[in-house]
């Protein structure tokens, strides 16, 4: 079994930065790990994504440039977004999977989810 706990989420203005945090906790002791987001009446869409072993980084070309994933030895995920734009707003879900190895963009390849933290960006 795996808890992922997000923090971070909250109101920001248009080119401003926030950072929200994935805290995982279980069983394993790596997972792969990734960032989705989801505004009503849209599907879910990837933002970015690590591997296993923390070699490998994928990022929606949405967000490239400007988001950078990384991962703490405690299998904390953290997503810091920089020059943030309205349509970043959304809720932000953390995934995880330990039996993944490599980074995926694919939700369905994610077994364990968090209860999301809303990032807005508005003035």
């Known amino acids: 079994q795996v808890q992922l706990t997000e923090s971070g989420g909250g109101l920001v203005q248009p080119g401003g930065s926030l950072r929200v945090s994935c805290a995982a906790s279980?069983?394993?002791?790596?997972?792969?790990m990734g960032w989705f987001r989801q505004t009503p009446g849209q599907e879910r869409e990837f933002v970015a994504a690590?591997?296993?072993?923390?070699?490998?980084t994928l990022y929606a070309d949405s967000v490239k440039g400007r988001f950078t994933l990384s991962r703490d030895n405690a299998n904390t995920l953290y997503l810091q977004m920089n020059s943030l734009k309205p349509e970043d707003t959304a809720v932000y879900y953390c995934a995880a999977d330990p039996s993944l190895v490599a980074a995926s963009r694919m939700d369905y390849e994610y077994e364990y989810w968090g209860q999301g933290t809303q990032v807005t960006v508005s003035s």
């Open positions: 690590i591997s296993w072993s923390g070699d490998t």
């Open positions: 279980g069983s394993f002791r790596r997972y792969a």
